[in-house]
């Protein structure tokens, strides 16, 4: 089946930065639009970044300008590259796939990656 495996999370002072990094396997990853989300304690999962097939991109306002969604085709995986990080940027980070045509649908999540933004 489908998998999704997130990486590059890990404590970082505030005003620092990280990559994550979201490899995918088993799918048609070209076709698929990539998303970032994230989970606060407490908190509704929300929508961070997103990158379509053909690389349009949208951001969360919060995150407009420091944090940058990228993917490689070729290596099948999806980037966010997060700098400037504040404290409230403390979440699980979650990988995203979702594909929709007609009756052909598909929609996979990663298991997660912790940041955490402390001093």
């Known amino acids: 089946q489908v998998q999704l495996v997130e990486s590059g999370g890990g404590l970082v002072q505030p005003g620092g930065s990280l990559r994550l990094a979201c490899a995918a396997s088993?799918?048609?990853?070209?076709?698929?639009?990539m998303g970032w989300y994230r989970q606060a304690p407490g908190k509704q999962r929300e929508l961070v970044a997103l990158?379509?097939?053909?690389?349009?991109?949208n951001y969360a306002d919060s995150v407009k300008g420091r944090f940058t969604i990228a993917r490689d085709n070729a290596k099948n995986t999806v980037y966010l590259q997060m700098n400037s990080l504040k404290p409230e940027d403390t979440a699980v980070y979650y990988c995203?796939?979702?594909?929709?045509?007609?009756?052909?649908?598909?929609?996979?999540w990663g298991q997660g990656t912790q940041v955490t933004v402390s001093s």
């Open positions: 990158i379509t097939s053909g690389s349009g991109t």
């Open positions: 088993r799918m048609s990853f070209r076709i698929y639009t």
């Open positions: 995203n796939a979702y594909f929709a045509s007609g009756p052909v649908t598909g929609n996979y």
